[in-house]
């Protein structure tokens, strides 16, 4: 059994080659084999977001606080709210952050393949992040 205890383990802003606008990541969870579970939390300040990208296991998100966009191909984004639950499956491509006037907290939880978690891609263009939710 291990307990970390809170603040034991620094947040870190996320990387700025895959996120636009300004984020922390808070670690949960980085799982020994044969677990594979990677866990963290995330604040997106207003406006920011995720590039596109996709998990190979898949992910859950679960909304802690404020509300956010969760945007899949070819469609408007959706709003999630504190509470809600999504779940992505394998592969598909999709992007996650705040709204544009609103702090966005969730836990994202994540199983890696072969050590890695995620497929990262574009930007989400103003365009696509824009658009009224549907
Ligand atoms: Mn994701």
């Known amino acids: 059994m291990d307990l970390f205890p809170a603040g034991s383990r620094p947040a870190r802003q996320g990387d700025?080659?895959?996120?636009?606008?300004r984020v922390w990541l808070d670690?949960?969870?980085?799982?020994?084999?044969?677990?594979?579970n990677r866990s963290i939390r995330a604040i997106f300040e207003p406006g920011a977001r995720t590039a596109w990208h996709s998990h190979p296991l898949g992910q859950t998100l679960y909304v802690i606080s404020g509300t956010g966009l969760i945007g899949v191909r070819d469609a408007?984004?959706?709003l999630?709210?504190?509470g809600?639950?999504?779940w992505i499956p394998p592969g598909e491509e999709h992007w996650?952050?705040?709204?544009?006037?609103?702090?966005?907290?969730h836990?994202?939880?994540q199983e890696a393949e072969?050590?890695?978690?995620?497929t990262w891609m574009e930007f989400v263009a103003d365009e696509e992040y824009l658009m009224p939710p549907g």
């Open 16 to 21: 700025p080659n895959w996120f636009t606008g």
């Open 27 to 36: 670690p949960i969870m980085v799982a020994t084999a044969p677990a594979r």
């Open 76 to 78: 408007p984004p959706q």
């Open 80 to 82: 999630m709210r504190a």
């Open 84 to 86: 809600d639950t999504v």
């Open 96 to 105: 996650h952050g705040a709204a544009p006037n609103a702090v966005m907290e």
């Open 107 to 109: 836990i994202a939880i």
């Open 114 to 118: 072969s050590g890695f978690v995620t």
